[in-house]
Structures are given as structure tokens and as C-alpha cells.
Nanobody, 128 residues
Framework: QVQLVESGGGLVQAGGSLRLSCAAS????????MGWFRQAPGKEREFVAV????????YYADSMKGRFTISRDNAKNTVYLQMNSLKPEDTAVYFC?????????????????????WGQGTQVTVSS
């Protein structure tokens, strides 16, 4: 059983930056690919980015490419999401999740179905 705890959310102006962290405990962190999803009020949970177990591959949603960067530190059991050039439409609760595979394909990564463990989420609000 893996427990995931996100942090780093908050209120930021449009154009600003935030760095989210997700700390894992209770399992073998390095076994899992780690993803970030987000969910805005009234909308479905949306894929943001994923990183494979060793950091060798990353995939991003098109609207985040070039603005968001996912990374991980297996020694610290932590995955990060650096978010730059934030827009009001980035406002959402951001969740980290551990995928059942350490090396999912791009296609497999984008569905919430493949993720075994989820954090409780952290709120990101971007003001215009």
C-alpha cells in the first residue's frame, strides 16, 4: 500500500509559477510510474503528465507541454510538477498517482484507470 501526499498548491497570479510535490510512503516508490492529474469543478479528472519509474520517459498533455515539467527523486520518494506561465484555466485540484506499471506507454498513461494509488489533492488557483 502506497500513501501519497501532495503539497505546494496555492494562489498565484496568471503568468506565475508553482512547484507541486508528492511524497510517497509505505511502498516501493521506484517501482511505479508517477502521474499528475487535475480536476476542475464540474469537470472530469484530466491527465497532466507522467514520468516512468527511472525518469527515462515523460509524457504531457498537449496544453501543458512547454509550461509544466514533471520530475522525480527516487532517493526522496518524491515526484514534482513544476508549473510555469500559469493560466486561470489551470485552476484545479491537482492529484498525484502511482501507475500499476513502471513503464506505461503514452496511451496507457493518460487514463486514470491504470493508477493504483492516489493522493488527496492540492488546490491550485490562478487569478487573472
Amino acid at each position: 500500500q502506497v500513501q501519497l501526499v501532495e503539497s505546494g498548491g496555492g494562489l498565484v497570479q496568471a503568468g506565475g509559477s508553482l512547484r507541486l510535490s508528492c511524497a510517497a510512503s509505505g511502498g516501493t516508490f521506484r517501482s511505479y510510474a508517477m502521474g499528475w492529474f487535475r480536476q476542475a469543478p464540474g469537470k472530469e479528472r484530466e491527465f497532466v503528465a507522467v514520468i516512468t519509474w527511472n525518469g527515462g520517459r515523460t509524457y504531457y498533455a498537449d496544453s501543458m507541454k512547454g509550461r509544466f515539467t514533471i520530475s522525480r527523486d527516487n532517493a526522496k520518494n518524491t515526484v514534482y510538477l513544476q508549473m510555469n506561465s500559469l493560466k486561470p484555466e489551470d485552476t484545479a485540484v491537482y492529484f498525484c498517482a502511482a501507475h500499476k506499471s513502471g513503464y506505461p506507454s503514452d496511451y496507457e498513461s493518460r487514463s486514470p484507470v491504470g493508477y493504483y494509488y492516489w493522493g488527496q489533492g492540492t488546490q491550485v488557483t490562478v487569478s487573472s
